[in-house]
């Protein structure tokens, strides 16, 4: 929050080092993804977020494939994204993120759409759609069927 990102990566990378399990160990290449996400270090990022497949008794969960699904879109990286995003269940996680979710499902429409699958690309857009019609996330997805 205040900006270090130094200091950050260095108190992530000893909670990594540290870490005691499996759930230690995700939370912690989150979070050193993020702060490399949020410090412009987009490679570094996922190479940290992609180390792990995220946990869904995590609060992170959403979070999770948010953040890389959408580092790997602005990198025109369409298929990893549409890979990664594959092993989203928004139903097996412990924690609900109706409006993450949406985020999500609009991320994943836009990597189909941009890689040519358009009918991938609708029912993504759809899934958005069937969370929230009035949401902000639901308006991107109107403009982006309609363009399809």
Known sequence: EDGDYD???SIFEEAWDLSMDDQEEGQALYYLGFTNAVAGKTGQ??????????????????????????????????D?????????DAESAAYEAPETEQMIYLIWGMSLKMSGDNVGAEKMFNEVLSIDMESETAGKAWAALNSL
């Not at 959403?62 to 959408?70: A, E, I, Q, V």
């Open 45 to 78: 990022a996922l190479k940290y977020l992609m180390m792990v497949e995220p946990d869904p008794y995590m609060e992170n969960y959403h979070n999770h494939f948010l953040l890389t699904g959408n580092l790997l879109l602005n990198t025109f990286a369409y």
């Open 80 to 88: 990893p994204a549409d890979e990664w995003l594959s092993d989203y």
């Open 7 to 9: 200091e950050a990566l």
